[in-house]
């Protein structure tokens, strides 16, 4: 006995019930139509009570009996059946589909009324089963996100395009069932306004064709820092859709922008960045030129007290020496063969203490450089990379390592750049005064 026979068998069975019903409230001396009419709302009022003890049934095998074995299981997946309320999605579809079997038979005495009855419920069977398998999909989702292998692709893309897919089917049959016509008439009409349609979903067509290509070249990943300053987006991606990309700015403000622009703007991506383990520093102490000079053997000794810059400095003394007697110098002019400067033993002190900060990468890039001087004095750059790449890390190190490079420099009898100030300004006018008066006869 297969299931059509089981419906056939049930169907005679409700035709004989409703049949029943209505010759014993004739017999009362009812006329026809009062005696439908009754028989119907009495078997409505049977139908609801027997529905309501269904869904008893159904609550107290599905909560008391299922849930309890999945939330004892040790395993993940079951969990999200409930988070999800697939439990819940499939007990609706079982009411849905024994109403839709039961309540036309109901109104045998209203042919009209039960056409347009049985087209509602057969709608509702198919919404039902539209939400169930959509919360099998989400399931399936946040499954696949607990894996190492999907924990950062678009996975919210491609659970929107097949429920667009499954929109689009339950469309096309509601449509059907509505019209009375078969869903391929309806499809072959689609086709002729398919450009109408490409318009209608154009961002969506993008944003699918983008998912893929995004996900493919693995150019951006959920978790990602990105910053694209066309849109004022600057910060952590937390979800990749269909039709956007959410990113959570430093700032935890949130900023949407269109899934298709990751391929037709450029963007940065630091993942790179925070991969390697350093995060870059690039930044210029701007020295007086002025101040640039070459140092007397006494400032030379005092600076051999600095335990960093011993070791450079009696290996560049022996290298000085021994170049300056072969070459037969003059020495009694300073520009005359080699010297130390102040601004090149600052440079070697900044090489030293920064390569004995536990807090800067040595496995990087590692350069103390000079920038072409401009009207700002002679940039001194640090180049070099933080052992870390947290923003608060990489700030907290390089303020400590400017703070200490900002206080040394006077050993160096080194000055920063600065322009001048208003207290400057003060300062020249004042002086001038002073000398002016100085000078004023009496």
């Known amino acids: 006995m297969d299931k059509t026979d089981i419906i056939n068998i049930a169907s005679q069975q409700t035709s004989a019930l409703y049949n029943w019903?209505?010759?014993?409230?004739q017999n009362v001396g009812l006329s026809d139509r009062v005696a439908h009419i009754t028989t119907s709302v009495s078997l409505l009022?049977?139908?609801?009570?027997?529905?309501?003890?269904?869904?008893?049934?159904?609550?107290?095998?599905?909560?008391?009996?299922?849930?309890k074995?999945?939330?004892?299981?040790?395993?993940?997946w079951d969990d999200f059946l409930l988070s999800n309320k697939v439990l819940n999605k499939l007990s609706q579809l079982i009411l849905v589909i024994i109403a839709q079997q039961m309540i036309p038979f109901i109104f045998m005495g209203f042919p009209n009324f039960t056409a347009g009855l049985q087209k509602f419920l057969n709608i509702l069977v198919i919404l039902s089963v539209y939400a169930f398998i959509n919360s099998l999909l989400k399931t399936g989702r946040d499954i696949l996100r607990t894996s190492k292998a999907f924990v950062d692709k678009p996975l919210d893309s491609y659970l929107q395009v097949v429920q667009i897919f499954l929109f689009f089917v339950i469309g096309t049959l509601i449509v059907s069932i509505l019209t009375g016509n078969s869903p391929w008439s309806f499809l072959v009409s689609l086709g002729a306004a398919s450009a109408?349609?490409?318009?209608?979903?154009?961002?969506?067509i993008l944003g699918f064709v983008a998912s893929i290509q995004v996900s493919a070249n693995d150019s951006v990943r959920v978790g990602d820092w990105i910053a694209m300053p066309k849109y004022g987006a600057d910060g952590d991606v937390v979800q990749i859709n269909l039709n956007n990309?959410?990113?959570?700015n430093f700032d935890k403000t949130i900023t949407?922008?269109?899934?298709?622009?990751?391929?037709s703007d450029s963007f940065t991506n630091y993942r790179g960045m925070q991969e390697s383990g350093g995060r870059r520093i690039k930044r210029s102490i701007n020295i007086k030129i002025s101040t640039i000079r070459y140092l007397s053997e006494a400032e030379i000794s005092e600076l051999k007290k600095i335990e960093l810059l011993a070791p450079f400095i009696?290996?560049?003394e022996e290298e000085i020496k021994t170049y300056n007697e072969r070459t037969g110098v003059d020495e009694s002019v300073l520009v005359n063969g080699r010297r130390m400067t102040n601004i090149g033993l600052f440079r070697a002190y900044i090489n030293a203490y920064a390569k004995n900060n536990p807090d800067i990468h040595k496995g990087l890039t590692f350069m103390v450089r000079q920038l072409a001087p401009n009207e700002h004095g002679l940039p001194l750059e640090?180049?070099?990379f933080t052992n870390g790449t947290q923003w608060a890390f990489f700030e907290n190190t390089m303020s400590d390592l400017f703070d200490h490079l900002f206080a040394a420099i006077k050993y160096f009898h080194l000055e920063v750049f600065e322009l001048p100030a208003s207290d400057d300004l003060r300062l020249l006018l004042s002086q001038g005064a002073l000398r002016a008066g100085e000078k004023a006869p009496n």
Request: aromatic share 12%.
């Open 69 to 76: 074995i999945i939330k004892k299981t040790k395993t993940n």
């Open 382 to 384: 640090l180049y070099m």
């Open 256 to 263: 949407t922008i269109p899934t298709y622009t990751l391929l």
């Open 245 to 248: 990309v959410k990113i959570q």
């Open 45 to 67: 009022i049977i139908a609801f009570a027997l529905l309501y003890i269904i869904n008893i049934i159904i609550a107290a095998i599905f909560n008391s009996v299922l849930t």
């Open 21 to 25: 019903t209505f010759n014993a409230i």
């Open 314 to 316: 009696a290996k560049r």
């Open 196 to 204: 109408i349609l490409m318009l209608v979903f154009k961002d969506t």
